[in-house]
């Protein structure tokens, strides 16, 4: 049976691929701040990867591939027009649809993932793509969240029952692969979007310091498993910094690499590739998770202040472009999604200063995963879709000043 989605002017009904997909765009509707700060944040990404490539190729090492980068961006960046283009009443109906099968492939990890570093997180797709479907479950999250917000005005406890769980789902199946960092994220994007549906501040602050209670319970009575366990006991003493230094050649090598590299950079910086973590190549992740320590060393602590507040307003652009939403569903997911990008941002950015536990997180439209890359073009076109098409509501939002 065919979806029919009718014209909200009562012209002809839309079926198949047009009742999804929307042959029109609205050109002038579009946040182009947005999609300039999105490409920018893109191109810092190719020039940083395509630096430590050419350090790599001069001192005879084999760690960065440019080329995948580059590859990686060709498959991902095409998602961004696919969520530009999906018309919001399909997101809207369909949200169920989306958060099960989101849901599916991460329990289908443990059956067909392929383990690395004593963690299973990815699924070999053909053509060498490593889908990892921890990303795409986030983005599933932000779309059902916004669906269950969309009628849930959150008046009583009871009314937080049910995003609660919707959430604590994937962040159990994301834990056990594990991918703590993964899991973290969800907590604030899920916050947020209530808090973007009208919760309470007093209602969130309480679940936020049940939650940091049943951290610290987890951490003394030692639920978490025995790796976790150890590094928040690294991260703990990595606060003093004599601590830090005795332990660099143990388990506190990341973390120690990480804020040399940081404290490195100085005012001004060392230049594109003449950091350490590039000559050297010492630096775990430096791609991935560790990358914002490489922009950090070599552009200095000016140029790194105006690369954070590039993302900051990245991110909180969007916010304002949800803000100027009427309808309700369309200004949940769009707010979700900027949350999701401050989300990673703030969680990766902390670990990588010693703020927080080192965990693996990669930095969305930095970092060179191909499924967070995918997972962020497509997030980005349905804010940019949502926000820009002025879809007629009747809900009592559409009637607020």
């Avoid at 997180?121 to 053509?127: E, F, V, Y």
């Avoid at 976790?228 to 910094?241: P, V």
């Amino acid at each position: 049976m065919n979806q029919t989605v009718w014209n909200w002017k009562g012209q002809r009904p839309q079926s198949g691929l047009r009742s999804i997909f929307s042959p029109r765009i609205p050109w002038l509707d579009i946040d182009w701040h947005v999609v300039v700060l999105g490409l920018g944040l893109v191109a810092t990404s190719v020039v940083f990867v395509n630096t430590m490539d050419e350090r790599d190729n001069f001192f005879g090492r084999d760690g960065v591939s440019f080329a995948s980068h580059v590859k990686k961006l060709v498959v991902a960046l095409p998602f961004l027009f696919l969520g530009f283009s999906i018309r919001p009443r399909w997101v809207r109906r369909n949200a169920w649809l989306v958060y099960v099968l989101a849901m599916g492939m991460l329990i289908l990890v443990p059956i067909f993932g392929e383990e690395r570093n004593h963690a299973r997180r990815w699924i070999q797709l053909p053509m060498g793509f490593d889908l990892q479907p921890s990303e795409l479950a986030k983005l599933g999250l932000v779309v059902i969240l916004a669906s269950v917000l969309y009628r849930n005005r959150l008046q009583g406890l009871l009314d937080y029952a049910k995003p609660a769980v919707l959430a604590f789902f994937p962040m159990v199946l994301v834990a056990a692969q594990p991918d703590l960092g993964t899991a973290l994220t969800i907590v604030p994007i899920t916050l947020g979007m209530c808090w973007l549906a009208g919760a309470r501040a007093r209602v969130l602050l309480g679940v936020l310091a049940l939650g940091c209670a049943l951290a610290i319970s987890a951490y003394q009575f030692e639920w978490v498993q025995g790796y976790q366990h150890k590094r928040i006991e690294t991260w703990l003493a990595s606060l003093d910094d004599d601590l830090l230094i005795d332990n660099k050649n143990g388990a506190a090598f990341h973390a120690y690499q990480s804020r040399v590299c940081i404290g490195g950079g100085g005012l001004w910086g060392k230049g594109l590739g003449g950091g350490v973590a590039n000559e050297a190549g010492h630096l775990p992740e430096r791609t991935s998770d560790s990358i914002f320590a490489v922009i950090a060393e070599e552009l200095g602590f000016l140029g790194t202040s105006l690369f954070i507040l590039g993302y900051v307003a990245f991110g909180v652009a969007i916010l304002a472009a949800a803000g100027t939403v009427r309808e309700r569903f369309s200004r949940l997911l769009t707010g979700g999604v900027g949350l999701y990008f401050l989300s990673h941002f703030f969680i990766n950015v902390g670990v990588n200063l010693g703020l927080l536990p080192m965990t693996g997180l990669p930095l969305p439209l930095i970092s060179t995963g191909g499924s967070s890359l995918l997972a962020s073009f497509l997030a980005l076109g349905l804010a940019l879709g949502l926000s820009s098409r002025h879809e007629p509501t009747l809900d009592l939002d559409a009637f607020r000043g």
